[in-house]
C-alpha cells in the first residue's frame, strides 16, 4: 500500500514537469549593417530602390538591422553627436556610391583599419568603382576601377565562375541579363576571385571603347583584405534588376558573407591563357 501512495503522490509532480513550457533559446544577435548612398556626378535612379531592398532582406531575414545613409560622416572613429554612430557600430558597409565623396585622412584611415585591422567586410556595388578613383588605398581595396562601359546597358553575357559562393547559385552557369557592365582598370585577376565574368566570345570586341588586350572582363569578384572582406559586382543598374530574386539573392549571400554570417574562403586561382 505504501508503495502505491508513493507511486500516486509522484504523479501530480511528473505532470508539473511535462507541463513546464520549454524555455525558448535566445535570441541569436542581429548584425549591423551600414548602406551608404551618394553619389557626386552621374546620380543612378536605381541607388535609392537598391537601399530598401537591401533593408527588407535584413528585416525579413532577422540577419541584421540597417542604417540607411546618404553621407559619410559615419566614416570615422572618432565620437559623433548625440547618438550618431560611427564606424565602431557597424560590422559591414554597403557602398551603392560614385565620385569624390567629402573625406578626411581620419575617415580614410578609419575605413581602411574598418577592413584590414578590424576584418569588416565591404559590399561594393556598381558605381563604386568610379568612387574615389584618386584615392590609391581605395582602388587597390575594391579591386579596380571604372574605365568606361563600351556597350552600355545591353543584353549581357555572363557567364559564373563559382556557383558555391553565397547566393550565386541561384545563377545559372550562364545567362543573359539586361545590365550596365563596367570595364575594369587597374584591375588584376590574380588579386581577386572573380564568381562572373562576361562571355568575351558573344562581345563586340572591335568596339573603340575596350582597352582590356586580355579580353577578360569581371563582372563580379570577391578579396581578403587584411583580415577583411570585400565583395564587389558591377550588376545592378537598372532599378528594375533589384526586383529580380537572383539579385537579391546574390547581394543578400554577399552581404551575409561580409558580415561574417556566410562562411567562405577565397581563394584565388588564374587560368592558364587569355578569355
Given at each position: ?8 503522490a ?6 508539473v514537469c ?26 543612378h ?46 560590422d ?25 585591422e ?37 543584353q ?14 541561384a ?19 590574380s ?18 571603347k ?33 526586383d529580380d ?26 587560368p592558364?591563357?587569355?578569355?
Amino acid at each position: 500500500m505504501q508503495r502505491w501512495l508513493t507511486l500516486f503522490a509522484l504523479i501530480p509532480m511528473a505532470a508539473v514537469c511535462v507541463a513546464q513550457p520549454a524555455v525558448p533559446a535566445p535570441n541569436k544577435p542581429k548584425k549591423h549593417l551600414l548602406v551608404i548612398g551618394e553619389e557626386k556626378g552621374y546620380r543612378h535612379e536605381s541607388v535609392s530602390h537598391a537601399m530598401a531592398v537591401i533593408e527588407r532582406m535584413g528585416r525579413e531575414s532577422g540577419e541584421w538591422d540597417t542604417t540607411l545613409r546618404t553621407d559619410t560622416e559615419p566614416l570615422t572613429k572618432k565620437k559623433l553627436e548625440y547618438n550618431a554612430k560611427n564606424l565602431n557600430d557597424f560590422d559591414a558597409i554597403v557602398f551603392y556610391t560614385g565620385g569624390t565623396l567629402e573625406m578626411d585622412d581620419e575617415r580614410n584611415a578609419s575605413l581602411l583599419q574598418f577592413v584590414k585591422e578590424d576584418g569588416k567586410g565591404i559590399v561594393a556595388v556598381h558605381s563604386a568603382a568610379i568612387t574615389w578613383t584618386k584615392w590609391p588605398e581605395w582602388v587597390d581595396m575594391v579591386g579596380g576601377t571604372f574605365d568606361e562601359h563600351p556597350w552600355g546597358t545591353f543584353q549581357a553575357p555572363i557567364v559564373v565562375e563559382d556557383r558555391t559562393f553565397p547566393g550565386m547559385s541561384a545563377w545559372p552557369k550562364e545567362f543573359v541579363l539586361t545590365d550596365e557592365i563596367y570595364q575594369q582598370k587597374l584591375w588584376d585577376r590574380s588579386k581577386v576571385h572573380v564568381l562572373m565574368r562576361l562571355d568575351a566570345g558573344k562581345l563586340d570586341l572591335a568596339n573603340q571603347k575596350v582597352h582590356r588586350a586580355d579580353r577578360d572582363f569581371a563582372v563580379t569578384w570577391v578579396k581578403q583584405v587584411g583580415r577583411g572582406r570585400v565583395f564587389y559586382s558591377t550588376l545592378g543598374h537598372p532599378v528594375e534588376n533589384w526586383d529580380d530574386p537572383r539579385m537579391q539573392a546574390m547581394y543578400k549571400g554577399a552581404i551575409e558573407w561580409a558580415l561574417g554570417l556566410a562562411p567562405y574562403q577565397v581563394t584565388i586561382a588564374v587560368p592558364q591563357g587569355s578569355r
